[in-house]
């Protein structure tokens, strides 16, 4: 009997081991936004297409060293709409060297890039914020630009991170759909592990 016992035992051992092994897997490596350089680790939010290029992903191995004079994209990210659609929204992570900018003050030069981010055409919604993500300050200004009959709303978050601007800009046709992606932002660590 004990060996009955035993032989019975054994699959049901297996698949307790694999059904916890998959249960603590709850964000695959595949899903994780990482660049190493920067010791940034982020997981976007779900549903999304990454747009992102190759040159763009190649770029986040020597993110910290990049001294262009434009706004570098790392990561793009977009809902399956068209973005004429009301549904339509998407995610962009791009960086900028703060050397280029070494005549304003940080808030002034966090600023300054939220506001190319959002280009020329948005208008702010309110005085920009500081807030508190991963345990680093990031500075947060809010843009609409109208685009009858739709309205793309903007939230872009810009910190200093390894002589690099780093701006997380989330854009949507709806108020709602940014809010919902600011809230991926709490899975943000620039810790560097």
């Given at each position: 009997?004990?060996?009955?016992?035993?032989?019975a035992l054994?699959?049901?051992?297996?698949?307790?081991?694999?059904?916890?092994?998959?249960?603590?897997?709850?964000?695959?490596?595949?899903?994780?936004?990482?660049?190493?350089?920067?010791?940034?680790?982020?997981?976007p939010p779900?549903?999304?297409?990454?747009k992102t290029?190759?040159?763009?992903?190649?770029?986040?191995?020597?993110?910290?060293?990049?001294?262009?004079?434009?706004?570098?994209?790392?990561?793009?990210?977009?809902?399956?709409?068209?973005?004429?659609?009301?549904?339509?929204?998407?995610?962009?992570?791009?960086?900028?060297?703060?050397?280029?900018?070494?005549?304003?003050?940080?808030?002034?030069?966090?600023?300054?890039?939220?506001?190319?981010?959002?280009?020329?055409?948005?208008?702010?919604?309110?005085?920009?914020?500081?807030?508190?993500?991963?345990?680093?300050?990031?500075?947060?200004?809010?843009?609409?630009?109208?685009?009858?009959?739709?309205?793309?709303?903007?939230?872009?978050?810009?910190?200093?991170?390894?002589?690099?601007?780093?701006?997380?800009?989330?854009?949507?046709?709806?108020?709602?759909?940014?809010?919902?992606?600011?809230?991926?932002?709490?899975?943000?660590?620039?810790?560097?592990?």
């Amino acid at each position: 009997m004990t060996a009955r016992f035993r032989i019975a035992l054994l699959p049901l051992l297996l698949m307790i081991c694999l059904s916890c092994q998959s249960a603590g897997d709850s964000a695959p490596s595949e899903n994780v936004f990482s660049v190493p350089d920067l010791g940034l680790r982020y997981i976007p939010p779900a549903g999304m297409k990454d747009k992102t290029s190759p040159t763009a992903r190649e770029a986040r191995d020597h993110a910290a060293s990049y001294a262009g004079k434009s706004a570098k994209l790392l990561l793009d990210m977009s809902s399956a709409e068209s973005d004429a659609d009301p549904d339509w929204h998407n995610l962009w992570v791009f960086i900028f060297p703060r050397a280029l900018l070494s005549n304003l003050n940080d808030s002034a030069a966090e600023r300054k890039m939220n506001t190319a981010l959002a280009g020329p055409k948005a208008a702010p919604v309110s005085q920009p914020q500081s807030t508190l993500l991963a345990g680093r300050g990031f500075l947060v200004s809010e843009f609409e630009q109208k685009e009858p009959p739709l309205v793309k709303h903007a939230k872009i978050f810009t910190t200093i991170c390894h002589g690099q601007l780093v701006s997380f800009a989330l854009v949507s046709n709806s108020a709602a759909q940014v809010s919902v992606m600011e809230k991926t932002l709490k899975t943000l660590d620039l810790s560097g592990r």
